[in-house]
């Protein structure tokens, strides 16, 4: 792929919950012959401490990565979207916000693709003070049970939500349904599969970088077998849903997933309400292809290719 044949990314994360955020970064940057990867941007959830903690994990990751000298990393929002107002200088999460702006009205035929694995507060309240870049901006949220109520990103601002539900910016769901097979719930990996394949994988960096358990690493395939071996699991076999990095994988290659346009519902109470008259169209994501998406995401740690943002 050509260099301006590849698609320009920011990525939106709360990089300190469970541990998908960090596999996704690492497997977003490590396939740099596909994304121009203009940015890192961090949100605050309720799991994983405030805005320093995620910022500090998101941190570790791009060092192991050997991408912290080429990949710009900016502080989000702590609060929700309607905590927030952008009207006067220094609000809560104003870096990350500005700078999406600034990319997303970059001249460049490409579009901006934000995909966010978080809440959407940066996205939304970058929207709202320049709702001239929702043309600009494709947005890939990782979030939703969609048509079921709940999920953890969608919990932690369902105003952010709504704000972007009602813009008229491209948006698609890639569903998380957790128990079931339609959802990125079904792309697991067990710890013993990591701890076979991971070792030693990535870039072997010259400072070590201390992981968020402790010990120091110097490439971000041993640091994903120490997250591995500080989480919980479920399922049988156990194992965990890497749900954020699904989403960078659909973006890379759209037939890993089945992908279809339904009219833009509406969230009330945190219970979908379809509205099937709306002429606005959104994306739902779904049926994700498990093996194929491990494979590459295994293919892409043993043969990285180093991204960057031009």
């Not at 606005?280 to 590459?296: A, G, Y």
Request: charged share 25%.
């Amino acid at each position: 792929m050509s260099q301006s044949e590849k698609i320009r990314v920011i990525f939106d994360t709360d990089a300190n919950n469970e541990l998908d955020d960090q596999h996704a970064l690492a497997y977003l940057l490590f396939n740099g012959d596909v994304f121009a990867v203009e940015g890192v941007t961090v949100n605050a959830t309720r799991s994983g401490g405030p805005i320093e903690e995620q910022y500090k994990e998101a941190s570790r990751v791009l060092r192991l990565c050997d991408a912290e000298e080429r990949i710009t990393l900016l502080k989000g929002a702590n609060g929700t979207f309607d905590e927030i107002g952008v009207d006067s200088s220094g609000f809560d999460g104003e870096e990350a916000v500005n700078f999406i702006i600034r990319k997303a009205r970059k001249p460049d035929e490409r579009p901006l693709t934000v995909i966010a694995v978080g809440k959407l507060t940066n996205v939304a309240l970058a929207v709202k003070k320049d709702p001239a870049i929702a043309s600009a901006i494709r947005i890939v949220w990782l979030g939703s049970n969609y048509p079921e109520p709940g999920e953890y990103n969608q919990e932690n601002d369902t105003s952010a939500l709504n704000y972007l539900l009602k813009s008229p910016c491209p948006f698609e769901m890639v569903t998380v349904r957790y128990g079931t097979d339609s959802g990125t719930d079904a792309v697991r990996a067990t710890k013993d599969e990591i701890s076979r394949k991971m070792p030693g994988m990535g870039p072997r960096v010259e400072a070590p970088v201390e992981g968020r358990h402790g010990p120091a690493f110097q490439n971000f395939g041993d640091y994903s077998v120490n997250l591995f071996e500080h989480i919980d699991y479920h399922g049988d076999p156990p194992s965990r849903a890497l749900f954020d990095m699904a989403a960078v994988a659909i973006v890379k290659n759209p037939s890993w997933a089945r992908r279809s346009e339904v009219a833009c519902p509406v969230l009330i109470d945190n219970q979908w309400r379809d509205i099937p008259d709306n002429s606005r169209k959104i994306t739902i994501w779904e049926n994700f292809d498990s093996k194929r998406i491990m494979d590459d995401f295994y293919e892409s740690m043993e043969h990285f290719v180093l991204a960057d943002s031009i």
